[in-house]
């Protein structure tokens, strides 16, 4: 059984930043592309990001130039640096590790 956990989404003014971490624990055989997704109201879960074992990463066109993922592979740990943030990016954004899901975690950019 594998648990991810999410966390560190909240709301944040237009422009702002926000940081999100992801933990994967259990049992964890191999290393895994590791991943950032998001569900806004209405609309259908979308990739953000993701990034190897490696290192290599892939981004929505969207937020290209404004967020950056990076992991800690010794803590099966993900990160999401959301910069430069838009009322758009307003959703539920969920970590995905080989097949399980977080809870997810409410990110909201109003003023």
């Known amino acids: 059984q594998v648990q991810v956990v999410e966390s560190g989404g909240g709301l944040v003014q237009p422009g702002g930043s926000l940081r999100l971490s992801c933990a994967a624990s259990?049992?964890?055989?191999?290393?895994?592309?590791m991943g950032w997704y998001r569900q806004a109201p209405g609309k259908q879960r979308e990739l953000v990001a993701n990034i190897t074992s490696g290192g290599i990463t892939n981004y929505a066109d969207s937020v290209k130039g404004r967020f950056t993922i990076s992991r800690d592979n010794a803590k099966n740990t993900v990160y999401l640096q959301m910069n430069s943030l838009k009322p758009e990016d307003t959703a539920v954004y969920y970590c995905?590790?080989?097949?399980?899901w977080g809870q997810g975690t409410q990110v909201t950019v109003s003023s």
């Open positions: 995905k590790f080989m097949k399980y």
């Open positions: 259990g049992s964890i055989f191999g290393i895994y592309v």
